[in-house]
Nanobody
Framework: QVRLVESGGGLVHPGGSLRLSCEAS????????VDWFRQAPGKEREFVAD????????DYADFVMGRFTISRDNTKSAVYLQMNNLKPKDTAVYYC?????????WGQGTQVTVSS
């Protein structure tokens, strides 16, 4: 019954920006550390970013360092991923999940396509 819902993806040109959102139906995410992941066609899901429950600290994969920023608004139980200077290699389906206490079933993700 708890469902993760990602949104905000789309088609952008190289160098463009997108802001992804993560919410959970039936669960308040504000209690948990939350991560972003991505999965490109034919590849395994990989870690992108993490944020602590109160937004006090964040971590990033090396391949997005300096380009992506994870944030959250616990009054809305929402987690965001601001993606700048997007590159074709960023093309993937992006997923979120809570890390504290173990993962929930994966949501459908949101498609990000970076192409000229």
């Amino acid at each position: 019954q708890v469902r993760l819902v990602e949104s905000g993806g789309g088609l952008v040109h190289p160098g463009g920006s997108l802001r992804l959102s993560c919410e959970a139906s039936g669960l308040n995410l504000s209690y948990y550390n939350v991560d972003w992941f991505r999965q490109a066609p034919g590849k395994e899901r990989e870690f992108v970013a993490d944020i602590t429950w109160n937004g006090g600290s964040s971590d990033y994969a090396d391949f997005v360092m300096g380009r992506f920023t994870i944030s959250r608004d616990n009054t809305k139980s929402a987690v965001y991923l601001q993606m700048n200077n997007l590159k074709p290699k960023d093309t993937a389906v992006y997923y979120c999940n809570k890390r504290t206490g173990g993962f929930l079933p994966w949501g459908q993700g949101t498609q990000v396509t970076v192409s000229s």
